[in-house]
């Protein structure tokens, strides 16, 4: 078996550009995702992706090449989870906190050859390139740059003589990935503490995933009430920010959101405020920044009149010992 040549038939890829092909022939019309006023189905997310893969191949890049993303939780960032792979490059996301000098110390060691930046970033970004540049000494090895402008109000900002949107639309939409290309993804760590899906498991459902640019408790709410999301993953502290968040930015839950979430395992009395409010938390352990597979305590129906307590005890459980 070993010694049989690899083939469509014995071998396939690990890679999630499958879902999203598959996303687009069976729900072609359902809604892939929002973001503020805009929206796309999945038939529209796939042409974008196979026309900015077209882009990003024209600019000469190669396989096992860099392209660095320093950008919130919006559908550029999304989309560049399936371009970068349909490149056959590596993809590495950068969280929005850094400052200059680690975004600069990042951009040399990974060796980027292109740099997606955010309007909103735009300050930094040039920051951490100028630093980079006065340490190499050389402008032949600085990556070229592409700055994503907001969707729904173009700001008109740019950082060089390129911008996201004007490449995919001058893509080729029937874009295939090639064949003997398959990239990489490193952890997407810039919105770890965003409203972020799983988005293979999105994919597989006809989901929709909805965008939003700041983690504040009134777009979270608005999103929440207004488009009525049924699921979301966060980082624990995103509990805190919806608890505290100001009467004005309260939005009544009409029906249950279920929630994923890893870290540190939340405490009894922050999961019975989250339960109140509409939250119903699952705890997942595991490297869930760098790897997919978790751990979860599933629950029974048997522990619903247990105390709350003990509750988050199960919730947080990290598995059953054999």
């Not at 990239?183 to 989901?207: I, Y």
């Not at 129906?301 to 005890?313: D, F, V």
Request: aromatic share 8%.
């Amino acid at each position: 078996m070993d010694r049989l040549s690899k083939c469509n038939t014995n071998y396939v890829p690990l890679t999630p550009l499958m879902f999203l092909k598959r996303a687009n022939n069976a729900y072609t019309n359902r809604t892939s995702i929002i973001y503020e006023n805009s929206c796309f189905t999945w038939r529209q997310t796939y042409e974008r992706c196979c026309r900015l893969a077209s882009s990003l191949r024209s600019l000469n890049i190669c396989k096992n090449q860099v392209v660095f993303v320093l950008a919130p939780n919006i559908p550029a960032m999304y989309e560049m989870h399936f371009v970068v792979p349909m490149a056959g490059v590596v993809l590495n996301n950068i969280n929005t906190r850094l400052d200059a000098k680690s975004i600069a110390t990042i951009l040399r060691h990974s060796e980027a050859k292109v740099f997606f930046v955010d309007y909103q970033y735009v300050q930094l970004a040039s920051e951490a390139l100028r630093m980079l540049m006065g340490e190499q000494g050389q402008s032949s090895n600085m990556p070229v740059v592409i700055v994503i402008d907001d969707l729904d109000s173009p700001t008109g900002v740019r950082l060089g003589e390129l911008e996201y949107e004007e490449l995919i639309h001058n893509g080729n939409p029937h874009q295939e990935p090639h064949q003997n290309q398959t990239g990489c993804l490193q952890p997407s760590r810039s919105v770890s503490e965003h409203f972020k899906l799983d988005f293979k498991g999105v994919m597989t459902r006809g989901g929709t995933n909805v965008c939003i640019r700041d983690t504040s408790a009134c777009d979270m709410y608005r999103s929440i009430a207004t488009l009525k999301v049924t699921h979301m993953c966060c980082a624990p502290i995103m509990f805190n920010i919806l608890l505290e968040a100001k009467p004005e930015e309260f939005r009544e839950i009409s029906s249950p959101v279920q929630v994923l979430t890893g870290g540190a395992p939340p405490p009894a009395t922050l999961l019975e405020k989250m339960e109140h409010l509409g939250f119903h938390i699952t705890y997942a352990y595991g490297m869930t920044e760098a790897t997919d597979p978790t751990l979860v305590c599933e629950w029974q129906a048997k522990w619903n009149h247990l105390s709350n307590e003990r509750k988050a005890k199960l919730k947080a459980q990290q598995g059953i010992s054999v």
